[in-house]
C-alpha cells in the first residue's frame, strides 16, 4: 500500500515569509494529492489539491508543486499571516484496498508569528 | 462550514461500554468516510460506505462497526471500548465513490474520552 512521509514536523516563521511543507509518497501510481489544513477544535479542511498531469497549481497565497519522477510534492504559502497557523496535513491514494482511500502524512503544525 | 455534521460533539465514557457516533453527509454526497484522530497515529481511515454499502475497509477493529442508512447518514459503532479508543472521530463524505480521486468534505469531528 501507499506511504506518504511529511516534513517538517512543526515550522516556525515570521508573519510575511514563506512556508513550505514536503511529502514524499511510495506508489507510482498516486495521481491525485490534496492538502488539508486543521485548525484548532475543527475538522481537516481542504486547502488546494492537484493531479498528476499538472506540475502546479496555485491559489492566491497557497501552491502546490508535483514532481512525479522523485514522488514528491510540496505545499507553498506565500506571505503567511497569523491566521494561516494549524496543521497540515498532505494525503496520497491507497491503491491497496477495495476502492482506494486516501493515506494522510503525520501532518506539519505551522505557527506564524506576528 | 464544510456541510458534513457529527453528533455529540463530545462523549465521555467508561472502558467496556459501547456508543455510537452519527454522521450526515452534506446534501447530495452518497460516500461518507470514518477516520481516527490520535496524537501518536495522525489520521487515519477506518471505513467508507457508498449508497448504504461498505466500498473499503481500512484500519478498523473488530469491536468497531458501522453502516449507512437508506438517508444516507451513517453511525459508527464502538464496543467494549478500552483507554486506547480515546480519540478524535471524525466523518467526511463526497459525491461519488472513488474516495481516492475526489474531495472528501470532513465534519468537525467527535471527541471520545474512555475513562
Known amino acids: 500500500g501507499e506511504n506518504v512521509e511529511q516534513h517538517p514536523s512543526t515550522l516556525s516563521v515570521q508573519e510575511g515569509d514563506s512556508a513550505v511543507i514536503k511529502c514524499t509518497y511510495s506508489?507510482?501510481?498516486?495521481?491525485?494529492f490534496p492538502w488539508y489544513k486543521q485548525e484548532l477544535g475543527k475538522g481537516p479542511q481542504l486547502i488546494i489539491d492537484?493531479?498528476?498531469?499538472?506540475g502546479e497549481k496555485k491559489d492566491q497565497r497557497i501552491a502546490v508543486t508535483l514532481n512525479k519522477t522523485a514522488k514528491h510534492f510540496s505545499l507553498h504559502i506565500t506571505e503567511t499571516q497569523p491566521e494561516d497557523s494549524a496543521v497540515y496535513f498532505c494525503?496520497?491514494?491507497?491503491?491497496?484496498?477495495?476502492?482506494?482511500?486516501?493515506?494522510f502524512g503525520k501532518g506539519t503544525k505551522l505557527s506564524v508569528k506576528p | 462550514d464544510s456541510g458534513v455534521t457529527q453528533t455529540p460533539k463530545h462523549l465521555i465514557t467508561a472502558t467496556g461500554q459501547r456508543v455510537t457516533l452519527r454522521c450526515s453527509p452534506r446534501?447530495?454526497?452518497?460516500?461518507v468516510y470514518w477516520y481516527q484522530q490520535s496524537l501518536d497515529q495522525g489520521l487515519q481511515f477506518l471505513i467508507q460506505y457508498y449508497n448504504g454499502e461498505e466500498r473499503a475497509k481500512g484500519n478498523i477493529l473488530e469491536r468497531f462497526s458501522a453502516q449507512q442508512f437508506p438517508d444516507l447518514h451513517s453511525e459508527l459503532n464502538l464496543s467494549s471500548l478500552e483507554l486506547g479508543d480515546s480519540a478524535l472521530y471524525f466523518c467526511?463524505?463526497?459525491?461519488?465513490?472513488?474516495?481516492?480521486?475526489?474531495?472528501?468534505?470532513f465534519g468537525p469531528g467527535t471527541r471520545l474520552l474512555v475513562l
Open positions: 446534501s447530495g454526497d452518497l460516500s
Open positions: 506508489d507510482s501510481a498516486s495521481n491525485y
Open positions: 494525503a496520497a491514494p491507497n491503491y491497496g484496498g477495495s476502492q482506494g482511500n486516501l493515506i
Open positions: 467526511a463524505s463526497s459525491v461519488g465513490g472513488s474516495g481516492s480521486l475526489e474531495t472528501q468534505y
Open positions: 492537484i493531479r498528476s498531469n499538472v
